[in-house]
């Protein structure tokens, strides 16, 4: 075997690799539902549900339910102001248990509000979204 064969079939072994070690971290967990909310509850469920929010609005939560996930699994909101194309923020954090549900807040500061225009927030482990959730403010 020559060393351009050698080298073809090193090249697609390691494309493998890549491609089952980046589907065994999407199967680390299922997001089940997700949903924009005012808020979320004490027992984490979310609070006034809603896919459109109100000017003057300066916090949104995204709640989401999650099944089969491997514990301390590496969960990322990225939030997005669709409106302009801008990515707003990460919000990175570790899954407590194998199943339940949750949820994370795109905030202001103090005495500031969300701009009107269109949202997007994608759960995502790694490079994968699993879930994405569209809102406006109006």
Known sequence: MNTTHKRLIWS????????????AEVDEIR??????????SP???PVKPADTFREGTSKVFCWFKWKDAK?????TARWHYVTDGVHILDNTFAIPRKEGSGGISLSMPA??????GSYR???????????SVEFKVE
Not at 111 to 116: A, C, D, F, V
Not at 121 to 131: C, E, I, N, P, R
């Open 71 to 75: 514990v301390g699994t590496k969960l």
């Open 31 to 40: 997001i089940i539902d997700a949903k924009t909310a005012s808020d979320v």
């Open 43 to 45: 027992k984490f469920m």
């Open 111 to 116: 005495s500031k509000t969300l701009p009107s």
């Open 12 to 23: 697609i072994l390691i494309l493998l690799f890549i491609a089952e070690f980046s589907l």
């Open 121 to 131: 927030v994608d759960l995502a482990v790694g490079d994968h979204t699993l879930k």
